[in-house]
Each structure stands twice: as structure tokens, then as C-alpha cells.
């Protein structure tokens, strides 16, 4: 009985293996044609025949008595299933991620931190005594999540393919390092992969490394709808525990062998097993090349698990053999560290070097793979390697994918580098390519453009009118972004009518992400405040306490500055509003915190500190210019000057107004006079000075007096021959005081306030405006917006006319400022 049980065994096991003959052996790793020696080739018969052979030996070994060794494996079914949510983790949600794949490493949990994936067991076991794999095994089936790697890979709408390792097929040299994800090996069928399955049962303990690593090879090759009932399955989880026993058995070949197979199988990247797979590759790095050091870190790359030890072996070796680096080393070094999220720092000075003497012989798609590896890395290089960049981009632009274009965009933005050439070519390129791109794409093209502050309404109209077909495919993360992008442009809602109500939708349909990612719904209706957009039940939403709460305390990112300018300018904006708001203690709380940081920053630059010294002199005394953040939400400071009706100022800056009390009376017979007395008062009176006094056209026209300030003692003089009015220094008499200061202070005289004027007196910088341009950026154009509601008028210094007036004498910075400030009357 027992021999025919037995020959049954034999005859069950032979025909699994007539179902495996047609799983070829793999003989190389295309990733590894340098580096490894090909096996001995094998005709098929003959294998087929060493292969009975072996089986038969197999068997006849198992039915021998079972050893009383014993496996402890700590399972916890999380490592095998994750969650939705611990696979989108680690994905990027921030500006620096912006954008991006994946940040860091699943963190594994704290039972898993304590509770290693160890073994302690004899090579030969049978599952009679395997309890404790039996237990976890008979459990209900575990829902099955997306595994980490494929989550990171899904980063684009369906209808919008894009390769992101496109540069791979522009050289062959790429297939020694690298994993080409396009070519999956041809697919077995189920029954083939449980006879593999089976054999794993039948050989347990007895199983070769060269047999585990097969086995693994010819699982991977199973159609990828069938891995997740591959990876549940419990004879593979003993595959996977056997091949732990061998992991310092194998060779390097099988090593990578089996960790190539590891991404067919679609294993999840915080799965334990995986840990000590890059344990044992750190310990074997002095064993390996140059290419296969790629080839790891490429292969951990498509598993989508993030190996920092790993890596700084990779860049020690790359900084001790850079004679062996040429182009396709150094892209994929690149690419490597940009989806690490990390460089060495000792590394970039050399990697520089090497891009700048490879520079010419990179191709399109290189070019943007470069690009987006040092923007991922947050790499700096100098601005003139920037500029060398994007001037070889700039030469074959019409050349580059989509793709490739966005990543140079992503990295000129990081690079804060504004390149007049390529941004005229994205004006042309943009409109031409926005029909087939996708919204993550398109997300980034605007994102660039708002961060180099390049408003170009072609490239902005061609997104817009895009956008709303694709908003089903919008993340929120890609609407609240482009709300923002596009507010900070100062697109108004007129200009594409549909824009805005479609993403506002689109933000309506996803609020459940807000709660994971709060700084999104933050983004997008600051976004459209800065457009005087206020959807009213979103921006419940986001000031409800519930919110606010969870915002503070569930984010790494600084979120009381955005929830206070959100309040503050629904405020000013909404005065019917009748929803929640912040609370009283953390509006004071972010007050202080933002003057604080004016006070040691903005107020403290010397174009601040002249106008206010100015205006001083101007008006007579410290007590009628008061510097203050007038709307602390818009987290910029204001020079406040309040003028009466017929034009003289009003103290406003009660702590000068009372030190001014104790001085000499004498002192203010005159105060427009007080910052002349001690002047030099012998100045160039030239047709500039002349023309900001009274406010004419240029001199060559006829001179005529401005409607808002007559002038007093000056008349009107011909030009000479030579088109000069004046060619000499011209004594500043009192009368010409008085016609610059023209207001008389009487400053015990009682003031009508209810007829004053409050004005604003901006200091303004080319960081407020787009470039090269006078639309204000969205923040400061809502600024100029509630001033006006707040009853302000506003006087702007254009850094235009202020900052060359820095260089010019005292006497022409009060003739400007009195211009300023009275035509705004």
C-alpha cells in the first residue's frame, strides 16, 4: 500500500513537471550582460531529462522521516496586504514632491519594527509540523491593496500615457543597468504556476538556492491580474522563506536574479522579506561594479522601495571611479538619486563637472531626465550649469516629449532661473502640445510659470480651456495647484468662463482627501481669493473647528498662516459672512508671529527704511508716519499717513506723538522744515526734479502746471538752445521748501477725522508683479483689493521709480514722495 501511495506521488509530480518544461530557464538578466558569465547552454532534451531525474531523487528523499527542526516566522498580514493608505503614504503631496512619485519608505509599524522576519529552523521540514504557517494560512482571505510600487506608477488620467524612462531607449548601454518595464516577460499560464507552486510543497527544505531563484523566476512570469492570488498564497509565502534560508548561499547573479523577479511579482515594497534582501546587498556592495550597483538601485527603484544605505554606497563608488562614468552612468545616477530623493553632498561638485563635459552629447529625452533628477533631489548646481541646460533644451525643443518639457520647467522652477528664450518657446509650445497632455502636466507648466512669476496669457488660456475636460482625472492636489497657480497670475474668471466653477466642482467631489491632505483645500482657495473667488461652503469647510484642528495637527507643514489669510480676507471680502472662524487667541497668535518676522526682515530693508525716514522729513515728524502691517493676512507692511481735507496729516503713531509733547515748541513753527535745517540744500535742479514737482509732460512740450499741485513760487521758463532749463546748483529758498512740503502742520490743531484721507504707502518690490510686467501677483493684488474696502487709499513706491531715487539726493526723494502723495488726492 504503501509503494503504491508512493509511485502515485512520483506520477502526480512527473506531470507538474511536463507543465514547467515550458518555463525556459533564465540564463541571464538583461539588466546584466557585463559583469556575469552567461550559464553553460543546455539542450532542451537533455534538461528535460536531468530534471526528471532530480524530482525522482526528490521524492523518494521526503518520504523519509521528517527532522524535528522547527520555523518561527512572526506573520503579520499586513506586510503582505497593505492598506490603500499606507501605499499612498510615502507618496509625495508637497511642493518639493511636489509633484512627484514617492518621498521615503513605508515606515514600517511598530509590531513590525519589534518583530524582525526572522528564522530559526533545519533546512528539511514538512508542513506537518510547519503549525504556525498553517494557522496564519487558514485564515479569510486578506482584501488585497495596491501594492506601493504600482500606486507610485499610476501618476497619469488613462486617456494621457506618458514613459517616464523614455530616455532608456536612446541608448543601448542603458540594458546593463537597468530594468526595461516595457518588456514583461511572456506571461504563463494559472496551472503552470501551481505546478510550480506544487513542487515547492513537495521539495520544502530540500530546495537548492538555484531552485528557489527558478522558482521565483517562472512565479514572476505569471500574467500580472494573477499575482495578488500568487502572493496570498501560502506555498509562496514558503518559497519566500526558503529563499531568506539561502539568501547568503546565493550568488550575486541569483541574487539579482531573484530581486528582478521581485518586481515582476508586484511585491510590496514595506514587505519584510524585502529588508533583509537589502541587508544582504549592503553587505555584498565590495563585490560588486559599477553597472550592477545601477542595476540594484534601478531594480529597488521599480519595487518602489526606498534603500538610503544602499545608495551611499552607490555614490562612495561613484566619487572614488568617476573616470568610469560617461553618459548613460551619469543620467541614470541622475535619475536614481532623483527618485531616492537624495544626493551626496560631496557628489554634486563632481556630477556638475561630468554634465557639463557630457552636456553636448545628451539627447532630448536625457536632457529632461537630467532635469527632473536634480529637481526631485533638490539638487543646487550653479546658475551658469543651469543656464547651459536649458540653452541645450532650448536647442531642440521642438524635439523633446511633453514630458521632457515639463521636467525642464519643474527644474528651471527649483531653480528659481528665468530663461527669456525657453519661456518664448513654451508661449509657442504649450498652446501647440496642451490638447494631448494631462492634467498633472499641465498642473506643472502652470505651477512653473506662477513660481517664475511669467504670466503669458497663450500658455494660460491653452491650460485653461483644457482643463475642465479633464477634471475627472484630477487629483486634488492638481486643482488645488492649479487654483493657486493661476490666482497668483491674476487670471480673472472672465477670461475662461468655465475654469474655475470646474475645478471648484472638482474640489467639492474629492473633500474626503482633505482630510489626509489639508494643506490642499488651503492652496486652492487661497488660490481663488486672490480672483475674489469665495465658494462659500468650501470655506466652511476649511475654517470649521473640526478642520482647523486637524489641520494643525496632522501636517508637518506650517498651516496657520494660510488659515488665517483664508479668514481674514473672507472678512474683508464677505461682511455678510455668518460661518466659522478663527479663533480670537489664534488670529493674535499669527499676528504676532508675522510681525515679528517683518519687523527682523521687510522692515528692517534699506528702501523701507528711506521712505519712512523720508516721509518723515516730509510730513514733520515721526508722529504722522506710522509703519504697521495695516492687513496682516496679506503678511506685508505699509507706510500709514492719514491727511485731513485740506491736505495736512494727522498724528497717527501715538508712541512718537507723546515723546514729540516734550520738545521745544520753537521746533514746530515749521515742521516741514525740520529735516532742511541741517542740509545741504544746494541741488541740481534738473527737468526730472522739475517735471515729478509739477507734473508736466516732458520738457520739449510746454511746461504746464499739475491740476492737483500749483505750484507756488516755481515759473514757467523757456527752454535755452541746447533744450536745458536749468544747467546750474539752484539755492532751495522757502518758497521752493514750501512748494515741496506745501503742507503747513499746525500740530495742536483739532482735526476734522471724519473727512480724512487714510493713505497706504507701499513699498514696493519686482517680486510683487510679474515679470516684466505691472499686473500685480495674486496676494498683493488682493492686498491693493481690501485696502480700498478698508477705506485706504493706496500710494504706490514702484520699484521702478524708488529704487534708482535710493542713489539720487535727498532733496529729489521728498519731491517724489510730495508728488506721490498729493496727486493721489
Not at 149 to 176: M, N, W
Not at 524 to 532: D, T
Not at 763 to 769: L, T
Request: proline share 6%.
Amino acid at each position: 500500500m504503501h509503494v503504491r501511495a508512493q509511485h502515485r506521488i512520483v506520477q502526480r509530480l512527473m506531470a507538474s513537471c511536463v507543465l514547467c518544461r515550458r518555463v525556459p530557464r533564465l540564463r541571464y538578466l538583461p539588466g546584466l550582460r557585463k559583469g556575469f558569465t552567461q550559464a553553460q547552454h543546455v539542450p532542451v532534451k537533455q534538461e528535460e531529462e536531468m530534471d526528471d531525474l532530480e524530482v525522482k531523487k526528490e521524492v523518494l528523499q521526503h518520504q523519509e522521516a521528517f527532522p524535528q527542526g522547527r520555523y518561527k516566522l512572526y506573520y503579520n498580514p499586513s506586510s503582505y496586504h497593505p492598506s490603500l493608505w499606507n501605499s499612498a503614504t510615502p507618496c509625495s503631496q508637497t511642493d518639493n514632491d511636489e509633484d512627484e512619485q514617492c518621498l521615503s519608505t513605508l515606515a514600517p509599524s511598530f509590531w513590525q519594527q519589534s518583530n524582525h522576519y526572522s528564522v530559526s529552523c533545519s533546512r528539511h521540514l514538512s508542513s506537518s509540523t510547519n503549525t504556525l504557517l498553517d494557522l496564519a494560512f487558514n485564515k479569510g482571505p486578506e482584501p488585497e491593496g495596491p501594492s506601493l510600487s504600482r500606486y507610485c506608477r499610476k501618476t497619469t488620467p488613462p486617456d494621457v500615457k506618458v514613459d517616464t524612462r523614455a530616455f532608456l531607449k536612446c541608448r543601448p548601454e542603458y540594458a546593463f543597468m537597468t530594468l526595461d518595464l516595457t518588456q514583461r516577460p511572456h506571461p504563463i499560464e494559472w496551472q503552470e504556476a501551481l505546478a510550480v507552486l506544487k513542487k515547492v510543497t513537495v521539495l520544502k527544505g530540500s530546495m537548492k538556492p538555484s531552485d528557489v531563484s527558478q522558482f521565483l523566476v517562472e512565479l514572476s512570469h505569471l500574467h500580472l491580474d494573477k499575482m495578488p492570488l500568487v502572493r496570498s498564497d501560502q506555498r509562496f509565502i514558503m518559497l519566500l522563506r526558503y529563499s531568506v534560508e539561502h539568501l547568503r548561499l546565493f550568488t550575486l547573479f541569483q541574487l539579482l536574479e531573484v530581486l528582478q523577479s521581485f518586481v515582476w511579482l508586484d511585491m510590496p515594497s514595506a514587505h519584510t522579506v524585502l529588508g533583509l534582501y537589502e541587508a544582504e546587498l549592503n553587505r555584498r556592495v565590495n563585490q560588486m561594479n559599477l553597472h550592477q550597483l545601477l542595476f540594484a538601485a534601478d531594480l529597488w527603484r521599480c519595487i518602489g522601495r526606498q534603500v538610503p544605505q544602499f545608495l551611499r554606497h552607490l555614490y562612495d563608488f561613484v566619487r572614488l571611479n568617476l573616470g568610469q562614468m560617461e553618459v548613460p552612468e551619469l543620467v541614470q545616477l541622475l535619475y536614481i538619486t532623483g527618485e531616492s530623493r537624495q544626493c551626496s553632498k560631496n557628489l554634486i561638485h563632481p556630477l556638475e563637472q561630468l554634465l557639463m563635459r557630457h552636456l553636448q552629447q545628451l539627447y532630448p529625452e536625457e536632457v529632461g531626465a537630467v532635469c527632473l533628477g536634480l529637481f526631485k533631489s533638490q539638487t543646487s548646481i550653479s546658475e551658469g550649469a543651469v543656464t547651459r541646460i536649458i540653452d541645450k533644451a532650448h536647442s531642440f525643443v521642438e524635439e523633446m516629449s511633453d514630458f521632457a518639457i515639463v521636467n525642464v520647467l519643474k527644474f528651471m522652477r527649483f531653480s528659481y532661473l528665468y530663461h527669456k528664450m525657453w519661456l518664448q518657446a513654451m508661449s509657442q509650445e504649450i498652446p501647440r502640445r496642451a490638447h494631448r497632455m494631462g492634467v498633472q502636466g499641465l498642473m506643472h507648466v502652470a505651477l512653473a510659470c506662477s513660481a517664475l512669476h511669467y504670466c503669458n496669457d497663450n500658455i494660460l488660456l491653452a491650460i485653461a480651456e483644457r482643463i475642465p475636460s479633464l477634471v475627472p482625472y484630477c487629483r486634488s492636489k492638481d486643482s488645488c495647484k492649479l487654483l493657486w497657480a493661476f490666482g497668483t497670475l491674476g487670471f480673472l474668471p472672465a477670461q475662461s468662463p468655465s475654469f474655475y466653477p470646474s475645478l471648484t466642482e472638482s474640489l467639492r467631489r474629492r473633500k474626503a482627501e482633505f482630510q489626509r491632505y489639508p494643506e490642499h483645500l488651503l492652496t486652492g482657495l487661497l488660490g481663488l481669493a486672490f480672483v475674489s473667488q469665495f465658494p462659500e461652503d468650501l470655506i466652511a469647510l476649511a475654517l470649521s473647528p473640526a478642520f482647523v484642528n486637524m489641520a494643525l495637527k496632522s501636517t508637518q507643514l506650517e498651516l496657520k498662516k494660510d488659515l488665517f489669510t483664508l479668514d481674514e480676507a473672507v472678512a474683508q471680502e464677505l461682511p455678510q459672512w455668518t460661518g466659522p472662524r478663527l479663533s480670537g487667541k489664534l488670529r493674535e497668535e499669527v499676528v504676532e508671529m508675522l510681525w515679528k518676522f517683518a519687523q527682523s526682515d521687510v522692515c528692517q530693508k534699506p528702501e523701507v527704511l528711506e521712505a519712512e525716514s523720508a516721509l518723515q522729513d516730509l510730513l514733520g515728524g515721526e508722529k504722522f508716519v506710522l509703519k504697521r502691517m495695516i492687513l496682516p493676512h496679506t503678511r506685508s507692511i505699509d507706510l500709514e499717513v492719514h491727511l485731513d481735507s485740506t491736505g495736512q496729516p494727522i498724528p497717527v503713531n501715538p508712541a512718537s506723538h507723546t515723546a514729540a509733547q516734550s520738545q521745544d515748541n520753537s521746533s514746530f513753527k515749521n515742521p516741514s522744515h525740520q529735516g532742511w535745517e541741517n542740509m545741504n540744500v544746494e541741488v541740481s535742479l534738473t527737468e526730472e526734479l522739475l517735471t515729478q514737482l509739477i507734473n508736466t509732460k516732458k520738457p520739449t512740450e510746454p511746461l504746464t502746471p499739475s491740476p492737483t499741485v500749483k505750484p507756488v513760487s516755481l515759473h514757467r521758463v523757456e527752454p535755452g538752445e541746447d533744450g536745458r532749463l536749468f544747467d546750474m546748483g539752484l539755492n532751495m529758498t522757502s518758497d521752493i521748501i514750501e512748494t515741496l512740503c506745501k503742507s503747513r502742520i499746525e500740530a495742536a490743531a483739532p482735526q476734522d477725522s471724519k473727512r480724512s484721507v487714510k493713505l497706504a504707502i507701499q513699498v514696493c518690490n519686482r517680486n510683487h508683479y510679474c515679470y516684466q510686467s505691472q499686473r500685480l501677483l495674486g496676494l498683493h493684488a488682493m492686498k491693493r483689493r481690501q485696502l480700498k474696502l478698508a477705506g485706504y487709499r493706496v500710494v504706490e513706491l514702484n520699484h521702478q521709480e524708488w529704487f534708482p531715487m535710493l542713489r539720487k539726493s535727498r532733496v529729489e526723494k521728498l519731491a517724489h514722495l510730495h508728488c506721490k502723495i498729493y496727486n493721489s488726492l
